[in-house]
């Protein structure tokens, strides 16, 4: 059975907040990017364009990665509080 203590809860709360912060940075790069997506198809700079859609995608899996990390904390942050109210 895993003992639950208040520095892990704390330790995982800042880890939540952590990754939070990098979920909003990663969000606000891609709507910049969305933007100069918009102006390069606009203006038909292909070149720009396609260059933009691969950044795009490596944000998009930064985003994926660090989802799947916030998911998992707040499952277990989740089964501490279960376990704590018992």
Known sequence: METITATNTICDFDACAE?????????????ASQAMVRKAVMSKEWVEFNMLIESMGALAEQEEELEGRRISLFAKLDSSSTRQGQ
């Open 19 to 31: 990754i939070l912060r990098a979920q909003l940075s990663i969000l606000s790069k891609i709507t």
